[in-house]
């Protein structure tokens, strides 16, 4: 398993740590809780069903942009306890990442299609 300090990758994702652990949850306006699937908080989707998710749900909470740039999804984590980001797939997997307690702003990276004239969201 990877660890950082302030930046890392996971395929289409970058996560950037923005601090501690707040000790009072900050209001972020702009923002909607992310809902959880099948019980786990699904950072990145992918197209094949390898989605990439949290270990842990206990402690998180993760927001998500209402209005970020078109084609681009923008994620905010609170994590109380080191948790790690997986890749679900077996074979041709992303290393986990160990994301320490703290506060994190995760992206989903864009791509532009030419063909349909349109940006949208990276997927692996």
Avoid: W
Wanted: hydrophobic content about 30%.
């Amino acid at each position: 398993m990877k660890s950082f300090m302030k930046v890392a990758a996971q395929g289409e994702i970058t996560i950037r740590r923005i601090g501690g652990v707040p000790e009072k949850r900050p209001s972020c306006s702009g923002y909607t809780p992310l809902a959880k699937e099948k019980g786990k908080y699904v950072i990145g989707h992918s197209e094949t069903g390898h989605h990439h998710v949290l270990s842990r749900t206990d402690g998180v909470d993760v927001m998500v942009l209402d209005q970020p740039p078109e084609g681009m999804r923008i994620l905010r984590a609170i994590l109380e306890n080191p948790t790690s980001l997986d890749h679900l797939r077996e074979h041709d997997t992303h290393e986990s990442l160990l994301l320490e307690p703290g506060e994190y702003e995760i992206r989903i990276a864009r791509e532009y299609d030419p063909y349909t004239e349109i940006a949208r969201e990276a997927a692996d």
